[in-house]
């Protein structure tokens, strides 16, 4: 009678829990179905492919004004294609914890955004489809589509082992945004070199209430970006291709030496600035110059933001003039491995990155492409006004690492910057530091 | 009026500014436009807008969010109080072998991170193919919900007077009939404050809803942060999406005024 009991007790369980699972959203994942994956565009300039039966998930970061961007595209594809496709967007700071865990286990998304930190992880553990075979097929590709069409340096950074994983797009990198008339009136030219560029701001620093100089200062990867692109404005990078350590630690330590200068005619706080909050310190007044990522530097040209809007020049880094670089940063377009939408997620990724659609998501986004025709773009152009400054910048770049142990390295780095900063560190302590941690990353 | 009283209105004074500065800030923040937000200096005259709430909940979708952490709430409180509720009568007034050991053992879950809990929970719903639902979410907060209800129900249970119970005993009702006519009424107050703690909790948890949620499950602390992006915060949006996501807070608290002051205080004054 007790068994009896408890047996009906857990089916009464049994039907709450199916029940309330009946309240699921639908679960994850979806059929590949039917459908063509050659099958022409149904308008000019539209995605490859039909998929009626398709169910995809995307994963990615949330914010606007790219996430609203996304949900536009992933209608027309479905429109054009007869797919279903869905966003599911996560606070940055937790993508990777989530689609790390979906990937491990039964899988769930079709389409993820990976950041170039966790893409040698996700390549290495097998969790993303290799797309060689698709980017080579010619009757799944527009005419005018091919691996040739990326800038090769760019759709470089998608492989892994050999093969190719991602396609890249979110390409920017960091540069300096000076006030035009706040030089002109100091009689000021418009610096050339990063020596100068300290050395003005601690001229202009303190005049009309404004600061020298805005940067981020906040641990959160800006701040390696940064020393990323001081670092191959002098020609040195944290490591070789053969996986060695190349950090130059005299290079280094020039690279904080000159963040230290810079941040002592920054606005008060720096060690709180991310990229979003140096460029609104930028926007509004409170600085003469900036050095940030390209995509916040937006908000200097947007006058619902800015009070400064137009009153921009932008000139890539460099230590010695003309010879300016920076580090190149982009996000990755992968395929899951466990998806049953293959086709219809490369159908997507591939009209997605393609210089006509990333002109859209530039016009609203000001982030760059990676495909060659996105820079021969006029409506690109009139819309990005450091998009000369960076393709300066990126002649010479170093890409993001994508270590699967770099995340560690870079907070180390961070931290080494700020310390220095806070004058507990000399540059040079603050090289070693940074030397040690980049070695640690590479294994010993 | 004495210094210690005027001393004690002003902790109150800087009390209430500590916390209703920050949330008159968000409401503030809410109504602007960006170009009022990001200002050298701060801006308290200006046009008030609906934009921010508009685009939160017509772009963004933000009711979805709503939905989601009320069905998760309700359905958390609702299996929290019915599963607790008589075990902190059980804990409370039967005769239990090593009842201080089973009561000590119900408050150590709630000590557990949730951290060292959210992985295996994923694992688990996982291969129960729940990942996603409203019951994967409502399941996890129970387990923080839970050892509350049982608490703080065991301690209004063992307030009362065990004469009224023995005395429906003895004109022949059963055990659960005493627990449920009269014990049960006369810890309404208390029973009324743990549901509202548990709706509580339930609202604001983050690292379950954002770990067990599927895409259509997303609740409002995963929704508001979304507005923190790579580049940039919206912070019309995101002040928009706080104001949406405290006015239920703020009603239920209201509401529940009465039963949460007379709840929290019920029993302290036994003689």
Known sequence: ?444 | MNRWRVASYAIVVVFLLVVLVPIAAVVVNSLKVPSDIFTPSLKLVFTPTLDNYAKVLGDLEFSSFLVNSTLVALGSTALSLAVGVPAAYALARLPIRGRELWAGGILFTRMVPAVALVVPMYVIFQRASLLGTYFALIAAHTTFNLPIVIWMMRSFFEELPPDLEEAALVDGSGRFGAFWRVALPLTAPGLAATAVLCLLFSWNEFLFALVLSGRDTQTVPIGVASFIGTVSVDWGGSSAAAVLALIPVFVLGLAAQRFLVRGLTFGAVKG
């Open chain 1, 1 to 444: 009678m007790a068994r009896r009991k408890r047996w009906s007790g857990w089916a009464v369980a049994l039907v709450v829990t199916t029940a309330l699972a009946g309240c699921n959203s639908g679960g994850d994942g979806g059929s590949g179905g039917s459908g063509d994956p050659n099958a022409a565009p149904a308008t000019a300039g539209g995605p490859m492919g039909t998929f009626p039966d398709a169910k995809l998930v995307l994963s990615r970061w949330a914010g606007d004004p790219w996430t609203s961007g996304q949900k536009d595209a992933a209608a027309q594809w479905s429109t054009a294609t007869g797919g279903k496709l869905e966003i599911d967007a996560l606070p940055y700071e937790n993508l990777h914890d989530k689609q790390a865990l979906t990937l491990q286990g039964a899988g769930g998304y079709d389409i993820l955004y990976v950041h170039p930190s966790w893409f040698g992880e996700f390549a290495k553990a097998g969790y993303l489809a290799p797309i060689d075979d698709k980017l080579a097929d010619a009757k799944r590709n527009p005419a005018d589509f091919s691996a040739a069409s990326f800038l090769p340096n760019v759709l470089e950074q998608g492989k892994y082992d050999g093969k190719q994983y991602c396609l890249p797009d979110f390409v920017s990198t960091i540069v300096l945004a000076y006030r035009k008339d706040v030089f002109e009136k100091a009689n000021l030219k418009p610096p050339t070199t990063l020596d100068e560029v300290a050395t003005d701001a601690a001229a202009l620093n303190g005049k009309d209430g404004m600061a020298g100089i805005a940067l981020p200062g906040k641990r959160g990867g800006a701040v390696a970006d940064v020393m990323g692109s001081l670092l191959t404005a002098q020609g040195n990078w944290w490591y070789g291709t053969d996986g060695r350590n190349t950090l130059d630690k005299a290079a280094a330590a020039k690279a904080v030496d000159f963040y230290v200068k810079a941040a002592k005619s920054a606005p008060s706080g720096v060690l709180n600035f991310h990229v979003d909050e140096a460029s609104t310190a930028a926007a509004q007044g409170k600085s003469a110059m900036i050095i940030s990522t390209t995509p916040s530097l937006q908000a200097l040209e947007d006058p619902a933001k800015s009070s400064t809007a137009g009153k921009w020049g932008y000139v890539p880094l460099a230590f010695t003039a003309d010879k300016p670089a920076g580090e190149l940063i982009y996000w990755n377009w992968c395929i899951a491995a466990k998806s049953q939408n293959q086709d219809a997620a490369y159908s997507f990724l591939q009209w997605y990155t393609s210089g006509a659609q990333q002109a859209k998501v530039a016009v609203a986004a000001a982030t760059a492409g990676a495909t060659k025709d996105f820079y021969t773009n006029p409506d690109v152009a009139a819309k990005l006004p450091f998009l000369d400054a960076m393709n300066k910048a990126l002649t010479t770049s170093n890409p993001q690492p994508s270590l699967a142990s770099w995340p560690k390295a870079q907070d180390q780095i961070e931290l080494a910057v700020q310390e220095a900063i806070q004058g507990k560190k000399s540059p040079e302590q603050a090289a070693d530091v940074m030397y040690e941690a980049v070695s640690a990353a590479l294994g010993g």
